[in-house]
């Protein structure tokens, strides 16, 4: 059965679509998950990343201070870059362990993995479908402040440090239009679900 891609910008609904088709069924892999478990106090990975860019975003518990982290590299491309190439090859080797794992427990399983950095990382791997979750860049700047209480620039930061809506969406399969109300986001999604299984 497919291996679905999952994208959209932050703040546009990529989880609440990747809810949904869990409810009806999906393994759901999701990238952030994976991100923090590579991540973990004691891993390789977090070794790389103090070494890289300092001792002082290992908390006292030896966890990453994620948050420290994100002002550190979102505002400056260079470092984004820098820390990509230490996080995504370990991601994308856990990602494809989780992808196998579900598929030998279930052959017929719809597996959905949940990436916001498609495009940067992972475009040109084997997709049997690209679903884009789309709403525009203001709506989710919006997004950003109200409801995950973003100051202004932080959030045009993290939106700015991610790919334009252009070139996501000309990668799309299935664009799913999340700018409307959570009601015709649940029908998108369900129209999915039904071409993906049938049901």
């Known amino acids: 059965m497919p291996l679905i891609a999952l994208t959209g910008g932050i703040a546009s609904g990529k989880s609440t679509i990747a809810r949904r088709l869990e409810s009806f069924g999906a393994v759901v892999v999701d990238a952030d998950q994976i991100v923090r478990d590579v991540q973990a106090p004691g891993t390789p990975v977090l070794g790389e990343i103090a070494a890289a860019f300092g001792d002082d975003l290992i908390d006292s518990s030896g966890a990453l201070d994620r948050a420290a982290l994100g002002a550190r590299v979102f505002s400056e491309p260079d470092a984004l ?73 932080e959030a045009q930061n993290r939106i700015d440090a991610q790919v334009s809506d252009e070139k996501r969406l000309t990668i799309a399969d299935v664009v799913i239009d999340t700018a409307g109300s959570m009601e015709q986001t649940d029908q998108q999604v369900d129209a999915l679900w039904q071409r993906l299984t049938g049901e």
């Open 81 to 153: 870059a820098r820390l990509n190439a230490i996080v995504h090859p370990a991601v994308r080797r856990e990602s494809q362990r989780r992808f196998e794992a579900a598929f030998a427990e279930n052959p017929e399983a719809v597996v959905v993995y949940d990436v916001p950095l498609l495009v940067e990382a992972r475009v040109d791997d084997h997709w049997d479908l690209i679903v884009v979750a789309h709403a525009p860049a203001e709506e989710r700047r919006r997004r950003l402040i109200e409801l995950r209480g973003m100051q202004p620039e």
